[in-house]
């Protein structure tokens, strides 16, 4: 009897072993997946002929000839929003420039105008030779009556053939730029 209580309570305690295991590897599958794509290629990716960093705690999603998204996986970003939200970057190569950058920007002021954004965020910078423009603002907030929320959507476009769009909170748009300005062009 004593015989068959140890084996029992050893199989408890393996599979209470087992189900922690699954436990931690489940919730953490993300941070995982970051740290096995990041050993596999690096810390760069290439979008058309950009090259484009993808820095720690950064977790590509998907990836193709023309086009990349990013996540940010860290489990210690300070989300405070009413509705928490990972940070997400999609990064595109256009097949053609833009024509004409100014009209662009002015075209997104008014799609932000009659969608009533109360705040509009925007950046001009430069990726490489190329001028990038920036414009968004808080969509969720203002267009979907998302209460407290401090996401933020942007779009950006460059003189070139790049095409960037961010998703995240307030807190997470200068990291956004800080990627963005790593970008560069393959000569």
Known sequence: ???????????VVI?????????IGYSKRLQISARIWHWKYGYSAQVGNYNVPVPDNWLVLSQGQSDLTLTYVSRKQSLPSAFPVAPMITISSLPVAVANLDFWKSRQQGLLETDKVRQVEQRTLMVGDEKVICIGGSVARDVFQVPQSDLISLECRSSGTLDVMFSGSQSEVQRFYDILGEIHRFK
Do not use: F, G, N
């Open 15 to 23: 599979a209470l072993i087992i189900v922690l295991l699954a436990y």
């Open 1 to 11: 009897m004593k015989v068959l209580s140890r084996i029992v309570v050893r199989r």
